[in-house]
């Protein structure tokens, strides 16, 4: 799959090799590209604010706004937590997020989509702390009408406590993308011919969180959270949101989204990732996948009906 932006800038491609255009100056250019885009845009958001897209929904005291970043701190008091004031149906969704560094055992930093009720729909990034020295462990869920379950867990082929990375869902009627530095890690396929259900009419907010899970997240529970390292941060940035929005239970979910074909990410070339991105999964599974639930037929008396091909 290309990035959703590859598409775009195919055509300001073929604007730089018309020999005609190419005598204007760079700030020419850049500001007719900056002009093309943003028409091009209407689903864009791009979040220099924290505040234009979110509001925090947790603990409000413990996440620090610092320029274009966002704190989210853990202590033994409290976690904390953010949703976006709209929801989202379709489309991209990225943040940049520098992880808790050091001892992060027992801590969880969440990024995910999901609607709200018993049957919700969800989309889960979740990376698990541990000891310094051990890597972080990055967990993938998808739920479905309330039911989860689809655990797959990675690690990393960087060190997430040292710098920025950045972290993606790609989301259409045919298939789920999780992607790590635009490197898919995970796809989750519509199989619904084959009785499986699939996220596709219920909107969803987009959230973030960090949270004490010390009783499962890390090595099964074996490792506590050290309070004495306390308070525990996770830094989040750039957040990139290129999805069909709706304002919160105010619009018809199917009249604005619901037609086929109206969006980027309906075109054909989205319908399947390409070869590139195919070798780059094969990659991930083969180097960095240390648990499939597709994989675990001791945790089910059958596999669930997506894992069979």
């Known amino acids: 799959m290309a990035s959703s932006y590859s598409f775009r800038l195919s055509f300001w491609i073929s604007i730089c090799?018309?020999?005609?255009?190419?005598?204007?100056?760079?700030?020419?250019?850049?500001?007719?590209?900056?002009?093309?885009?943003?028409?091009?845009?209407?689903?864009?958001?791009?979040?220099?604010?924290?505040?234009?897209?979110?509001?925090?929904?947790?603990?409000?005291?413990?996440?620090?706004?610092?320029g274009d970043q966002t704190k989210l701190t853990l202590d033994n008091i409290s976690g904390c937590g953010f949703e976006s004031k709209k929801r989202y149906l379709f489309g991209q969704a990225s943040v940049q997020i520098k992880l808790i560094d050091g001892d992060s055992a027992g801590t969880v930093t969440a990024f995910y989509m999901a609607s709200e009720g018993a049957s919700h729909d969800e989309l889960d990034f979740e990376f698990l702390g541990n000891a310094s020295g051990e890597p972080y462990l990055v967990q993938t869920n998808v739920?479905?009408?309330?039911?989860?379950?689809?655990?797959?867990?990675?690690?990393?082929?960087?060190?997430?406590?040292?710098?920025?990375h950045a972290y993606?869902?790609?989301?259409?009627?045919?298939?789920?993308?999780?992607?790590?530095?635009?490197?898919?890690?995970r796809v989750f396929t519509n199989k619904e011919e084959n009785g499986v259900l699939f996220p596709e009419n219920?909107?969803?907010?987009?959230?973030?969180?960090?949270?004490?899970?010390?009783?499962?997240?890390?090595?099964?529970?074996r490792v506590k959270t050290n309070w004495s390292h306390a308070p525990f941060v996770s830094t989040f940035r750039s957040f990139i949101v290129d999805a069909c929005e709706l304002l919160p239970e105010t619009e018809d979910i199917m009249a604005k989204c619901g037609k086929l074909g109206q969006f980027w990410w309906d075109?054909?070339?989205?319908?399947?990732?390409?070869?590139?991105?195919?070798?780059?999964?094969?990659?991930?599974?083969?180097?960095h996948l240390v648990y499939d639930y597709c994989q675990d037929p001791a945790r089910f008396t059958e596999l669930p009906r997506e894992c069979i091909s």
Request: hydrophobic fraction near 45%; aromatic fraction near 14%; charged fraction near 15%.
């Open 143 to 164: 739920y479905v009408n309330g039911t989860g379950d689809r655990e797959q867990r990675h690690t990393l082929w960087f060190d997430p406590t040292v710098d920025f």
């Open 202 to 221: 219920q909107p969803m907010t987009i959230r973030g969180s960090v949270w004490n899970a010390d009783d499962w997240a890390t090595q099964g529970g």
């Open 168 to 185: 993606s869902f790609f989301w259409n009627r045919r298939f789920i993308v999780f992607l790590v530095d635009g490197i898919p890690i």
């Open 17 to 66: 090799q018309n020999p005609l255009l190419n005598m204007l100056s760079i700030s020419m250019l850049a500001i007719a590209f900056l002009l093309w885009f943003l028409a091009l845009n209407s689903n864009l958001a791009m979040c220099s604010n924290f505040s234009e897209l979110f509001h925090c929904n947790w603990a409000p005291d413990h996440i620090i706004s610092d």
């Open 267 to 287: 075109k054909p070339s989205f319908s399947g990732l390409n070869r590139h991105r195919s070798h780059q999964l094969k990659w991930v599974r083969r180097k």
